[in-house]
Structures are given as C-alpha cells and as structure tokens.
C-alpha cells in the first residue's frame, strides 16, 4: 500500500513539473509571439502606407536627417508620373531618445491639407476633427499618446516649450500613427528647423525647408519606377518606393520574426521530452495495470488512445497555465509602457488560440512513443510483476 501511494506520489510530481515546463515554453511562446505579432502589424502598416506612394529626402538622410529645400518640390512636379507632391516636416516627440523604443519612435508631423485626396491609407478621427488649412498651434493626437501627453479635446499640450491645443484623436491602427502628433505644416517646420544643428539654421529659414516629399503616381504609373525617374531626374535626393521598403525592412523583421519565434520552440521542445520522460516512466510504473486492462479485452488502439489523450491533457494544462501567465505578463509590461506611448506586446485571438493548440499537439507527439511502448507490453510478463 506504501509502495502504491509513494508511486503515485511520484507519478504527480512529475507530472506537474512536466506540466510547468510545458507552460514555460508557452509563455515564451506567447510573450515572443505577441512581440513578433506587434512588429508583423507596424510592417504591414508601413506596407500599406508605402504601396502606391514615393518618398523623397535628401541625399545622405538614412545616416543624418537631413532636410531638403522645399525648392526641390517645383523640380519633383516636372517628373513625368507625378500627380501631386505634399511636403512633411518631422521631429521626434522625445528630443532626447534616452528611452528604448520599440518600432519607430514617437514623432511629430508637420502636416500640408490635401493629400487625403490622393492618399488610399486612411486615418480615421474618433474623437474630435482634423487639422484645416488655417489652423495653427493645433494638434491630432494618435491613439497611444493620449495617456502619454495627459491630452485630452480642447486642453493644450507642450511640444518644444510651446502650448498646443488638441483638436482631434485619431482611431487605434495599431501602427506607426497611433505615436504620431500631427501638427500643421508651418508649426512642424518651425519645430524641424529648431532641433537642427546651428550650421543649417543660420544658412536657411523654417519655410525653406522640409523633412521629406510624399509623392503620389498618376493613375496607373509604377511608383517603383516613378522612384528611380525622380531620384535620376533631380539631382541632391534619394527615393523609396514601394519594393526599396519591403527590401529594407520586410526582410530584416522577418529574420527578426524568425528568431522570436525560434527562441520560443527551443524552450518547447524542453517540454516536449519532459513529456517523453514523463509519460515513459509513468507506463514503465504500470505495467500490471496495463497487462490487467489487456487481459479484460482491452485493445491496442485503446491503449494508444488512452496514453495519447493523457498526454494531450498535460499538454493542454501546460499551454492553458503558460497562456495564463505569458497574457498577464503581456498586460503588465503593455499597462506600464503606455505611459510612454510604447507599447511592445500585441496579444491576438490568433495568437492565443495558435499557442494553445499547438501545446495540445506537442503533448500528443510527444505522446506518441510510450503509447506505442505501452502496447507492446506483454500481458504475461505484466502480470508476473509484483
């Protein structure tokens, strides 16, 4: 009877470890992947955003963000393909970028009215409107910086030590707009001209200059190779189309990607051979048992089945426990970074159900080889065991 419950003892406490490991690798799983799941989601926005367009900075800004005259936009006009042409001006929320960020950071955008005629990726206001022509000192906020800035319709926040008023609060994407402050052209040049060094702000004026044209094709040209007629037609630029995106930063987040998520299998595959062992040790402990349940008439696929479904099962309170634990972390990490405007984590239904399912398979794989050991067991030999 001791030698029974000590069994039995030892049968549940492998168990639970096997379960623990199990839900640790859910966990990575979970955190990576809702990781990988935010950065997939600001690539494809960038995607979209970049799809039917052309950006045009100065030559040497992917070192230094350099500004290009706004003269350049008469040059850009005469391209053939080119339709219409709206300036940006940009600066960084945070001056200072002590902070770690995660996709781009937090910017401000000195915004021209008038390319939504042309612009097929739609920023939508849930509360307040859009910036006019004729505002100034007005600003629309995007979604995550709302707790950030303390913002709220009709208060004023301080950008560069001058007051703004919000005017509007863009719709969540989940993208690079939700950290965006958008701010009539005229302030964001002013702002843009500020943060420059002292060299460029005593050889131009704030109204001479911009961050970057948005370029946008006549209906049916190639924005790709619209790029490379502007950037060989005016000199001083560089362009990015829609594939110079993708080049850039598709393939680099997807290598990314890859090593999130094979972080997270390495520590799964931990699990799966505690299951292995586990699940072996239990069926070599009860071997009597399964000779008795032979002898009954019990078949072998029952067998299978049995030890098959146990397994599944340890797989599946691992996976439930790890998604537990890997969602909280997520809402913990996620709750303390929207106070920066940041957050990291992207927790999706397809992600959850993903993590789950695929636990309750590796516990049924796993289970595989002591299902087959535990129906070759002998019934003779199992009931000759003490």
């Given at each position: 009877?001791?030698?029974?419950?000590?069994?039995?003892?030892?049968?549940?406490?492998?168990?639970?470890?096997?379960?623990?490991?199990?839900?640790?690798?859910?966990?990575?799983?979970?955190?990576?992947?809702?990781?990988?799941?935010?950065?997939?989601?600001?690539?494809?926005?960038?995607?979209?955003?970049?799809?039917?367009?052309?950006?045009?900075?100065?030559?040497?800004?992917?070192?230094?963000?350099?500004?290009?005259?706004?003269?350049?936009?008469?040059?850009?006009?005469?391209?053939?393909?080119?339709?219409?042409?709206?300036?940006?001006?940009?600066?960084?929320?945070?001056?200072?970028?002590?902070?770690?960020?995660?996709?781009?950071?937090?910017?401000?955008?000195?915004?021209?009215?008038?390319?939504?005629?042309?612009?097929?990726?739609?920023?939508?206001?849930?509360?307040?409107?859009?910036?006019?022509?004729?505002?100034?000192?007005?600003?629309?906020?995007?979604?995550?910086?709302?707790?950030?800035?303390?913002?709220?319709?009709?208060?004023?926040?301080?950008?560069?030590?001058?007051?703004?008023?919000?005017?509007?609060?863009?719709?969540?994407?989940?993208?690079?707009?939700?950290?965006?402050?958008?701010?009539?052209?005229?302030?964001?040049?002013?702002?843009?001209?500020?943060?420059?060094?002292?060299?460029?702000?005593?050889?131009?004026?704030?109204?001479?200059?911009?961050?970057?044209?948005?370029?946008?094709?006549?209906?049916?040209?190639?924005?790709?190779?619209?790029?490379?007629?502007?950037?060989?037609?005016?000199?001083?630029?560089?362009?990015?189309?829609?594939?110079?995106?993708?080049?850039?930063?598709?393939?680099?987040?997807?290598?990314?990607?890859?090593?999130?998520?094979?972080?997270?299998?390495?520590?799964?595959?931990?699990?799966?051979l505690s299951i292995i062992n586990t699940m072996t040790m239990s069926i070599s402990e009860r071997t009597k048992e399964i000779?008795?349940?032979?002898?009954?008439?019990?078949?072998?696929?029952?067998?299978?089945?049995?030890?098959?479904?146990?397994?599944?099962?340890?797989?599946?309170?691992?996976?439930?426990?790890?998604?537990?634990?890997?969602?909280?972390?997520?809402?913990?990490?996620?709750?303390?970074?929207?106070?920066?405007?940041?957050?990291?984590?992207?927790?999706?239904?397809?992600?959850?159900?993903?993590?789950?399912?695929?636990?309750?398979?590796?516990?049924?794989?796993?289970?595989?080889?002591?299902?087959?050991?535990?129906?070759?067991?002998?019934?003779?030999?199992?009931?000759?065991?003490?």
């Amino acid at each position: 009877m001791v030698e029974i419950l000590k069994n039995m003892w030892r049968r549940k406490t492998r168990t639970m470890l096997t379960v623990f490991g199990i839900a640790v690798g859910i966990l990575a799983l979970v955190v990576m992947g809702a990781m990988a799941e935010k950065l997939n989601l600001l690539v494809d926005g960038g995607t979209t955003y970049y799809k039917d367009k052309v950006t045009v900075s100065a030559k040497g800004s992917s070192f230094m963000a350099l500004p290009i005259p706004i003269t350049k936009k008469l040059e850009i006009e005469k391209v053939p393909g080119v339709q219409a042409v709206f300036g940006e001006a940009y600066a960084m929320l945070d001056k200072d970028l002590s902070a770690v960020n995660f996709g781009p950071p937090a910017s401000i955008i000195g915004y021209q009215p008038g390319s939504e005629k042309y612009e097929s990726f739609k920023l939508n206001i849930s509360r307040g409107r859009k910036l006019i022509e004729s505002d100034s000192k007005k600003v629309v906020l995007g979604s995550d910086l709302v707790k950030k800035l303390n913002a709220d319709i009709g208060k004023n926040i301080k950008l560069r030590d001058t007051e703004f008023e919000v005017v509007g609060i863009y719709e969540k994407t989940f993208s690079t707009p939700d950290t965006t402050v958008m701010i009539p052209f005229a302030d964001g040049q002013m702002i843009m001209y500020n943060d420059q060094p002292e060299i460029i702000r005593t050889n131009t004026k704030p109204s001479e200059i911009v961050y970057d044209f948005i370029v946008y094709p006549t209906k049916g040209t190639d924005p790709d190779k619209l790029a490379a007629k502007i950037q060989s037609e005016v000199s001083g630029v560089t362009t990015m189309g829609p594939k110079a995106f993708n080049d850039q930063i598709t393939t680099s987040v997807g290598m990314f990607t890859s090593m999130i998520y094979g972080i997270a299998l390495i520590s799964l595959l931990v699990g799966t051979l505690s299951i292995i062992n586990t699940m072996t040790m239990s069926i070599s402990e009860r071997t009597k048992e399964i000779g008795i349940k032979k002898a009954l008439g019990a078949k072998n696929s029952d067998i299978m089945i049995e030890y098959l479904t146990e397994a599944g099962i340890i797989g599946f309170f691992g996976g439930l426990i790890g998604l537990g634990f890997g969602s909280l972390f997520v809402f913990l990490i996620n709750s303390y970074m929207e106070k920066t405007g940041d957050k990291i984590f992207l927790l999706t239904p397809k992600l959850m159900i993903g993590a789950m399912v695929f636990s309750i398979a590796v516990g049924v794989i796993a289970g595989i080889y002591p299902a087959l050991y535990a129906v070759k067991i002998s019934i003779v030999k199992s009931l000759r065991e003490e």
